[in-house]
């Protein structure tokens, strides 16, 4: 088999692919990004799918991962929060196989993150149970148990003091609601207090774009897991999801 998978990640501002090489955990090519389409809807996505896989000189039937941002049960989007709503029950696998003509797995974001981040980052080693959490529009999880994915974990959607957590603690709230960094640490301490009691992670892996500023919040929390910053930041998505190809195979 190849060493070359190749990754997408859909979000909700862009959907970004590159080639990437499962040795080394890195882009094999420049990565390409076109903007999600403000009516987000399969059709849409379906098409700059196409474009951007189109845009690669990819060999016939390699296979494609896509990181998306929804939990996702073979290959279909079981609820969708962050996206048009007319994805909840839609096969994605199948989609994305009918615009590229390739074979192809798909993974909730969080999930893909995790791999990446396990495989080439900051939850390499021997830990029990590693928790990765992105914060962006909202915030995902991926849960690590002895190097197993717990898959679709979605703690972003813990109701805590009657909320949706991440209406709260995800970095969207912090921008939505103008808060400072302490003030967003707060939230984020009752977040992460209140995941650590659930699952006790050894080691909290912290993503999303925010995280290239971990210096100015992760200080603020007092947690028992070691807290850390990913080290994929962006390229986490497409590096997991490539991966992916690699462990379930891409019918
Ligand atoms: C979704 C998750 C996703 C996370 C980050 C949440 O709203 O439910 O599936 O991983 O956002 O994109």
Do not use: C
Not at 71 to 81: E, K, L, N, T, Y
């Amino acid at each position: 088999m190849s060493h070359i998978a190749f990754g997408i990640d859909i979000g909700g501002s862009g959907i970004k692919g590159a080639p990437v090489d499962l040795r080394k955990g890195k882009f094999a090519a420049d990565r390409v990004r076109i903007p999600t389409p403000e009516v987000s809807t399969p059709d849409a996505i379906g098409a700059v799918l196409a474009e951007l896989v189109g845009s690669f000189k990819l060999p016939k039937r390699s296979p494609l991962g896509v990181a998306f941002p929804a939990p996702i049960d073979h290959g279909v989007v079981r609820s969708i929060a962050n996206l048009d709503k007319s994805w909840a029950g839609v096969d994605l696998a199948a989609l994305t196989r009918e615009a590229t003509g390739h074979p192809t797995v798909v993974l909730n974001d969080a999930d893909a993150a995790g791999l990446a981040e396990q495989r080439y980052g900051a939850a390499r080693g021997r830990h029990r149970v590693v928790l990765l959490v992105t914060l962006g529009t909202g915030i995902g999880s991926a849960l690590l148990v002895d190097g197993a994915l717990a898959p679709n974990t979605e703690l972003g959607h813990l109701q805590i003091d009657g909320a949706d957590a991440e209406l709260r603690a995800a970095d969207s709230a912090r921008e939505r609601e103008g808060l400072d960094m302490a003030a967003w640490a707060g939230r984020l301490q009752r977040y992460f207090e209140t995941v650590e009691a659930l699952l006790s992670p050894e080691v909290i892996v912290v993503g999303g774009g925010i995280s290239k500023k971990h210096a100015e919040f992760l200080p603020l929390l007092n947690l028992r897991a070691k807290i850390v910053p990913a080290k994929l930041r962006n390229a986490a998505g497409i590096v997991g999801a490539a991966a992916a190809t690699a462990i379930r195979e891409a019918g």
